[in-house]
Nanobody
Framework: QVQLVESGGGLVQAGGSLRLSCAASVLTVRSYNIGWFRQAPGKERECVAAITRSGGNTYYTNSVKGRVTNSRDNAKNTVYLQMNSLKPEDTAVYYC?????????????????WGQGTQVTVSS
């Protein structure tokens, strides 16, 4: 059974950094498109970043560009989301998701497999 397990969330002050990890089992991250989503209370799930299976191209939503880096370690079968210069508005539960074929990288419905999420809280 495919499993995606996020870790690395926590409480950090504004301006701080966190690195989220998404460890996969059964599927290989280099063969799947991996998306990072977040959902704050009362808000819709939003795609933050994605990395494609072919070529490892990365995409970022405008609100995190320049502050977030998405990377992949094939040997560890893990995808990382390095988040710097965190802001209170980055507070949310962060999820990683995977799918073999994605047409719209930012659409939650494009992804079949989801992790359980990790909480990120940024204090002002």
């Amino acid at each position: 059974q495919v499993q995606l397990v996020e870790s690395g969330g926590g409480l950090v002050q504004a301006g701080g950094s966190l690195r989220l990890s998404c460890a996969a089992s059964v599927l290989t991250v280099r063969s799947y498109n991996i998306g990072w989503f977040r959902q704050a209370p009362g808000k819709e799930r939003e795609c933050v970043a994605a990395i494609t299976r072919s070529g490892g191209n990365t995409y970022y939503t405008n609100s995190v560009k320049g502050r977030v880096t998405n990377s992949r370690d094939n040997a560890k079968n893990t995808v990382y989301l390095q988040m710097n210069s965190l802001k209170p508005e980055d507070t949310a539960v962060y999820y990683c998701a995977a799918d073999y074929s994605v047409s719209i990288w930012s659409a939650p419905g494009e992804y079949d497999y989801w992790g359980q999420g990790t909480q990120v809280t940024v204090s002002s």
